[in-house]
């Protein structure tokens, strides 16, 4: 079972990371308020944007998403709260691999349409090498057709997926009136999504089988050490994820936060050389505004 309270956790030792999420929800709230980096309250808002126009897209609200997100943008976002760790984790870590050597997000699919030649015959995959192929087409998911960072449907708890289906849906009526045809069609609408959602396709469920693909501790440790190498954190994050049975978005920030002397403990159960965390290490101390504990005041 995965936990879902790691944010709360986290915040609860970390004084600057508390300050970050509070900040987040308090500008996902009231967006004119002056708070964080440009960058990260500008990832923060736009990861949001594009979470609610997929949601309204859900319910057959595509042509008025633009409507919703100024009257929200304006009055503050209903689900500000609940949105906030989501959003400034994932800001976070697009942050984190958007340096130079970080990892990119996998390729999206060719659309074009174009003639390519049958591709040709190859071994099997491993159940390893399928597995982070599998991975990669998660975590494509959680990137825009321009690459710009997204929350993923299928990434979200159930709950919080209701909530915001609900939410958009009343929005939708304060505009339509006393239209009982269109109150029926939007019910509907929130059940369907509902249905449809599919935690299977998710980035959780995906690291959870990268994990499991491993043999033996000595396969994994290799593993995560190859991941440290190459700057694959999304490697990184799903196994180490999975190993402390956290949600990978979670995980993601407590990596993120975490101080020099906390990351070998955190990541002892995969990794047994701690040699092999000087890579992190590096990459983790260039990132400006990281919100550490030992910051002072956290990201301006």
């Given at each position: 079972m995965v936990q879902p309270?790691?944010?709360?956790?986290?915040?609860?030792?970390?004084?600057?990371?508390?300050?970050?999420?509070?900040?987040?929800?308090?500008?996902?709230?009231?967006?004119?308020?002056?708070?964080?980096?440009?960058?990260?309250?500008?990832?923060?808002?736009?990861?949001?944007?594009?979470?609610?126009?997929?949601?309204?897209?859900?319910?057959?609200?595509?042509?008025?998403?633009?409507?919703?997100?100024?009257?929200?943008?304006?009055?503050?976002?209903?689900?500000?709260?609940?949105?906030?760790?989501?959003?400034?984790?994932?800001?976070?870590?697009?942050?984190?691999?958007?340096?130079?050597?970080?990892?990119?997000?996998?390729?999206?699919?060719?659309?074009?349409?174009?003639?390519?030649?049958?591709?040709?015959?190859?071994?099997?995959?491993?159940?390893?090498?399928?597995?982070?192929?599998?991975?990669?087409?998660?975590?494509?998911?959680?990137?825009?057709?321009?690459?710009?960072?997204?929350?993923?449907?299928?990434?979200?708890?159930?709950?919080?997926?209701?909530?915001?289906?609900?939410?958009?849906?009343?929005?939708?009526?304060?505009?339509?009136?006393?239209?009982?045809?269109?109150?029926?069609?939007?019910?509907?609408?929130?059940?369907?999504?509902?249905?449809?959602?599919?935690?299977?396709?998710?980035?959780?469920?995906?690291?959870?089988?990268?994990?499991?693909?491993?043999?033996?501790?000595?396969?994994?440790?290799?593993?995560?050490g190859d991941a440290i190498?190459?700057?694959?954190?999304?490697?990184?994050?799903?196994?180490?994820?999975?190993?402390?049975?956290?949600r990978y978005d979670a995980?993601?920030?407590?990596?993120?936060?975490?101080?020099?002397?906390?990351?070998?403990?955190?990541?002892?159960?995969?990794?047994?050389?701690?040699?092999?965390?000087?890579?992190?290490?590096?990459?983790?101390?260039?990132?400006?505004?990281?919100?550490?504990?030992?910051?002072?005041?956290?990201?301006?």
């Amino acid at each position: 079972m995965v936990q879902p309270s790691l944010f709360s956790q986290l915040a609860s030792v970390n004084p600057a990371l508390s300050a970050c999420l509070a900040e987040t929800a308090e500008y996902l709230g009231a967006p004119g308020a002056p708070r964080l980096s440009d960058e990260q309250r500008a990832l923060a808002l736009g990861i949001a944007r594009r979470l609610v126009a997929d949601v309204a897209d859900r319910l057959g609200c595509t042509a008025d998403s633009a409507a919703l997100w100024h009257d929200w943008s304006e009055a503050g976002v209903p689900a500000a709260a609940q949105l906030a760790g989501l959003c400034f984790a994932r800001g976070e870590e697009h942050r984190w691999r958007e340096q130079p050597g970080g990892d990119a997000p996998p390729p999206a699919e060719d659309v074009t349409g174009a003639d390519v030649a049958p591709p040709v015959a190859a071994a099997p995959l491993s159940d390893a090498a399928r597995a982070y192929l599998d991975l990669q087409i998660a975590d494509r998911r959680r990137f825009d057709a321009l690459g710009h960072p997204c929350i993923a449907i299928d990434d979200l708890e159930p709950e919080l997926l209701r909530t915001l289906l609900l939410d958009v849906a009343a929005w939708r009526l304060l505009r339509a009136g006393t239209d009982g045809a269109e109150a029926a069609r939007l019910g509907e609408a929130v059940r369907a999504a509902l249905a449809a959602h599919a935690p299977d396709r998710g980035i959780d469920r995906a690291a959870a089988a990268y994990h499991a693909a491993f043999a033996d501790a000595d396969a994994l440790a290799g593993a995560a050490g190859d991941a440290i190498v190459r700057h694959d954190w999304t490697a990184l994050i799903a196994l180490v994820a999975t190993v402390h049975r956290y949600r990978y978005d979670a995980m993601a920030l407590a990596l993120l936060t975490a101080e020099p002397a906390q990351l070998a403990p955190l990541l002892a159960p995969i990794l047994r050389d701690h040699g092999a965390l000087a890579p992190l290490e590096g990459s983790l101390a260039m990132l400006a505004n990281r919100a550490v504990a030992s910051a002072e005041g956290g990201p301006r």
